[in-house]
């Protein structure tokens, strides 16, 4: 079935810096992508829609500088946190759409992220 | 626009016992619905999906859920609950348009020994 690996798995990073989150689909392609993110025991916010090769789509409220989304190739969507602050600390999923409607969206395992 | 929804955010149930997660959809076209669970830390895994055919759907973990057209509704269920099923669980719904799949706001479910 379809795979999709997004890595790290965990960051700690501190107070300023940038980070990289990777979302993968391993056996297919993917042309559209989300990113959502997930504080504890709440449910997915979805953050951004994620196109190949155009710019990504931003949901409401959501800071389009802060966090940079690239979508390059039909197998890589790539979620960037800018000057990180501790507010930014949650859990990061993505998730690929197969073009079939009749197949769910598969996600990625999630980041955790903590800015310190 | 599809949607869905999941009436209780909190489930618990004891285990050996009967389990429901309820969901309910609207959607314009015909649905496809899916079940997805969430332990912690960890991504959303595919539990099962209604395409089209019989409308009890069995799934992965002896899960199953039913279609139900008239009531709109997709409910989870298993006969009986084990502790390692205490999870969040999200019900979701996509058209035959190839629309964006909605998801419900989450359920979670506490199985206790």
């Known amino acids: 079935g379809a795979v999709v690996s997004q890595h790290p798995s965990w960051v700690i990073c501190k107070s300023g810096t940038s980070v990289k989150i990777e979302c993968r689909s391993l056996d297919f392609q993917a042309t559209t992508m989300f990113w959502y993110r997930q504080f504890p025991k709440q449910s997915l916010m979805l953050m951004a829609t994620s196109n190949e090769g155009s710019k990504a789509t931003y949901e409401q409220g959501v800071e389009k500088d802060k966090f940079l989304i690239n979508h390059a190739s039909l197998t890589l969507s790539t979620l960037t946190v800018t000057s990180a602050h501790p507010e930014d600390s949650s859990f990061y999923i993505c998730?690929?759409?197969?073009?079939?409607?009749?197949?769910?969206?598969?996600f990625g395992s999630g980041t955790r992220l903590t800015v310190v | 626009a599809q949607s869905v929804a999941q009436p209780e955010d909190q489930v618990n149930v004891a285990e050996g016992n009967p389990l429901t997660v309820k969901c309910t959809y609207s959607v314009s076209g015909n649905p496809y619905l899916f079940w997805y669970v969430q332990y912690p830390n960890r991504g959303l895994q595919f539990l099962l999906k209604y395409i089209t055919g019989d409308n009890l759907v069995k799934g992965s973990y002896g899960f199953e859920a039913e279609f139900n057209k008239s009531q709109t509704s997709f409910h989870l269920k298993k006969p009986s609950a084990l502790v390692s099923d205490s999870a969040l669980y999200f019900c979701?719904?996509?058209?035959?348009?190839?629309?964006?799949?909605?998801f419900g706001a989450g359920t979670r479910l506490t199985v206790k020994p």
């Open positions: 979701a719904v996509r058209d035959n348009n190839n629309n964006d799949m909605r």
């Open positions: 998730s690929a759409r197969p073009s079939h409607p009749g197949d769910g969206y598969t």
